[in-house]
């Protein structure tokens, strides 16, 4: 099993920044390919972001590429998600998961309990 515990999220205005945590516990954390979610209200889970299980992978959404960079510290047991040029259509409960790589929900085994993120315009 992995714990995962989500933090960072808040109210921001458009164009500002946040930064993403996602501390874990329980199995060895560098085992696990790490991605990042999100869910708008009345929309469906979404891939957002995945990073390999040394970090020298990345792959993101084509709606967040150029703004977001996600990033892990396998020595923390965290990853992280730093949100820039916030758009009002970042509005979401942000997941990270960690699972085996993938952009999909299937692919990912254990999941946090999310992290709102409010973009006012």
């Known amino acids: 099993q992995v714990q995962l515990v989500e933090s960072g999220g808040g109210l921001v205005q458009a164009g500002g920044s946040l930064r993403l945590s996602c501390a874990a516990s329980?199995?060895?954390?560098?085992?696990?390919?790490m991605g990042w979610f999100r869910q708008a209200p009345g929309k469906e889970r979404e891939f957002v972001s995945t990073?390999?299980?040394?970090?020298?992978?990345?792959s993101y959404a084509e709606s967040v590429k150029g703004r977001f960079t996600i990033s892990r510290d396998n020595a923390k047991n965290t990853m992280y998600l730093q949100l820039n040029s916030l758009k009002p259509e970042d509005t979401a409960v942000y997941y990270c998961?960690?699972?085996?790589?993938?952009?999909?929900?299937?692919?990912?085994?254990?999941w946090g309990q999310g992290t709102q993120v409010t973009v006012s315009s």
């Open positions: 990073i390999s299980r040394t970090g020298g992978y990345t």
């Open positions: 329980g199995r060895t954390f560098s085992n696990y390919v």
């Open positions: 998961a960690a699972g085996w790589g993938g952009t999909t929900s299937p692919d990912y085994a254990y």
